[in-house]
């Protein structure tokens, strides 16, 4: 098992005793640039059947790691535990999944953190500009590694759903059936303008130093904000009207300390927002933010409609939330209705869920049935 | 006309022709706190007629000053230059029009930036914690300057929205009617989320300095940050795309420049925001969006029902817009519930405009005519 973190292997990296590494031979050239030997870390569950015909690969979105489930070699809790593992929904005892860090993130694959092996220092902002699709084709790269023609699915939600489209796309031979969950064909300017002011937030903070931090003493407080904004928008109004109402954090208001905490709502959010620095390096956040952004399905043939023709999967799965608002219903059933228009068999569900764009993360009891079905 | 700035002016105030103000004599009692003699500005159109029953008095949002439209004194554009005039919805040919500037603010009334009398210097973090209310009853104070016993009719949108209601509440024998546009009853967490997280921007810039910063060189890129998500959450996601769509602002990606301006949208937020920077006093800011949080109609009497109880006047106008996520149209339609309930006419708009919580300010088209109509 190659699980030894490469020389390149950004500072710090938690133990994760169940990742492995593969590094991509040579020069692998980008949609604006190109990196040398990029290594990428993925988990793996299950087993690859005899006729290589069971495999499904997980993009993440923006900030989780390849541990997307437990396993034995490494028990922890991934970021999708109850979707993935025997008798979940995507079921490792039938199939051989594979979760792939995002090239450009920090958690064992090449990003800005990571040791440029030609200068010998931390990239930073000499990374090249990533795409969404470069994120994409090192997933196939890594299909040629493990010596997999065909993937029964490419799936992923969020920025992970618009990585598995874009697999799809530029890798047309190489997935029988796509799952894309609240993301969408493309970014729209309310979301980019969110994404946008994240970024600027971490940027205005006087430690980010134009990406020359040291790794050791991060922007705490610009990626804090960023992530309290995301929080916000991630989840939906009403979710936060049902769980933390007026309540109010201290019983009284204290008139000396007039821009404290008085709301339960906001006491969640600080220790939330708290959790998440130090776990996430701020110049892969800026990173994988713009890719984001960029995105865009019509950049490859001139229309989204071209762009999803060229998806030749014999089905997809289509997962919207009604209270999404950073990627809204509306995108979901414009990519539902892209990818009919060729000829595929999707199923489009809009699911009822009041946690927004979260919610595949934590309505389990609405999502796992949908992905189960999928999977039958 | 009584338009010179008292002493305990904020610095650097503009030119305000039209500006009037009346200083309050004596303690002004606040709910949590009282100030000295404090100082209102407001602006007038129209005439008063014989049985002086024709008066309309206009609470603003949090950032307008009391130029709610032009007049001979002042020919600028005022802030709602549509609605009010002569033979426009606020027909100043038949009404008696009053703009206050809100308690707080820094348009010529006492707020965080003017100047304490007891120490003759800035109230800045001593002013007392504002509240909704102190400025509802700061309306009636001036209602008393200038002979008024009871008006027309109270109106406000968002911020103000709350306030009009806070007066009729507090002084129901003073308002026959009530205009609400794009307000509630009290603030949901999730806009509570996004005022702290609008604050916190503010506080984080190292020049605020805990509010003692050079009024001369004020914390303007917290500011900035603030108010472009400000405009993010006061629009919406349809307008967005409906004006932006995904317009690039250059043609070429810079890969050079990778956290540049990439978008439209993100042009038009940076060149809007720098706008606002400058024009409005931090610390005022600060108090003005936390008595947002801090309003809730069901602080008087244990209920909004309980609360909206006290409001006796005789017709209600309550206006809400389909797009509008920071006061959603659930809350409009709780509050014009909660006034029918106690045998108020309500007349209940919810308007389809695209442009969210800002559409009382820029969709005049649909807003025009429901005002019109009520003032018949």
Chains 1, 2 share one sequence.
């Not at 922890?76 to 594979?98: A, C, H, Q, S």
């Not at 980010?208 to 904004?229: C, I, N, V």
């Not at 060729?342 to 309505?363: C, K, M, N, P, R």
Request: with cysteine; net charge negative; aromatic share 10%.
């Amino acid at each position: 098992m190659d699980t030894t973190p490469p020389s390149n292997h950004p500072p710090a990296a938690p133990k994760a005793p169940a990742r492995r590494y593969h590094q991509i031979d040579g020069k692998f050239q980008m949609l604006r640039g190109q990196l040398d030997s990029p290594t990428l870390a993925y988990e793996q569950w299950g087993e690859l059947n005899a006729d290589r015909s069971n495999a499904v690969l997980i993009f993440t979105g923006l900030s989780p790691s390849a541990h997307a489930a437990s396993s034995p070699q490494d028990p922890t809790t991934g970021w999708w535990e109850d979707m993935l593992g025997p008798d979940k929904p995507i079921d490792t005892t039938r199939y051989f999944v594979v979760c792939v860090n995002s090239l450009g993130s920090c958690f064992g694959s090449t990003g800005p953190a990571s040791n440029n092996p030609t200068t010998d220092t931390a990239y930073r902002l000499t990374f090249p500009m990533l795409s969404v699709e470069d994120i994409a084709n090192t997933g196939a790269l890594l299909l040629d590694h493990l010596n997999i023609d065909r993937l029964h699915s490419v799936v992923g939600a969020s920025m992970g759903g618009m990585t598995a489209l874009a697999f799809a796309m530029l890798h047309p031979q190489r997935a029988d059936g796509l799952i894309s969950i609240s993301s969408a064909a493309r970014s729209m300017p309310f979301s980019i303008a969110l994404r946008s002011l994240q970024r600027e937030l971490v940027r205005s903070d006087d430690i980010w130093q134009k990406g020359e931090y040291d790794h050791s003493t991060p922007p705490d407080s610009g990626m804090r904000l960023a992530r309290k904004l995301g929080m916000i928008t991630y989840r939906s109004s009403a979710e936060w009207s049902e769980r933390f109402g007026r309540e109010r954090a201290t019983s009284e208001i204290d008139p000396g300390h007039p821009f404290g905490i008085d709301f339960e709502v906001e006491s969640y959010l600080d220790a939330q927002a708290m959790k998440f620095t130090g776990a996430f390096d701020a110049n892969c956040y800026l990173y994988l933010s713009r890719a984001m952004d960029l995105f865009d399905a019509a950049d490859h043939g001139g229309s989204v409609a071209k762009g999803l023709s060229m998806v030749k999967a014999k089905r997809a799965l289509v997962i919207g939330v009604v209270s999404d608002f950073l990627f809204p219903v509306c995108q979901q059933q414009e990519l539902a209705e892209g990818l009919e228009a060729h000829d595929i068999d999707v199923t489009y569900a809009e699911l009822g869920s009041i946690q927004g764009h979260d919610s595949f993360l934590v309505d389990m009891d609405r999502f796992r049935p949908v992905v189960a079905e999928y999977f039958l």
